[in-house]
């Protein structure tokens, strides 16, 4: 293996390990969907334009986040799910305490 290549095997090491890190935390796993709603992972890329070239780039990048935790610890595949719930139920508490808000005024 080439200095080049161990390099590469070692950050791809840290990243999987980071990755588990931070599914293990609320705050970790509420910024992994954050991410993941950024990239338009659970959106249609396609506009009848060229910025469906930029919206698969940026979708693209939550796949690969993805596929590193599928091909982890399978730990990381419950921490995925938990983190999709408490995202599910995070929006629907803003969304909550905006109605909430907007019946005030």
Known sequence: MTE?????????RQAMQDITELLATAN?????MWLFDQCGYNSTSFTRDSRTYFNEG???VALMLRSCVLTGEFANLNLLHEAETEFIKFKDTIRRQLKE???KK
């Not at 970790?28 to 992994?32: A, I, M, P």
């Open 58 to 60: 940026r979708r693209d």
């Open 28 to 32: 970790g796993r509420r910024f992994f």
């Open 101 to 103: 808000r907007n019946d």
């Open 4 to 12: 080049k290549e161990e390099i590469q095997t070692e950050l791809d």
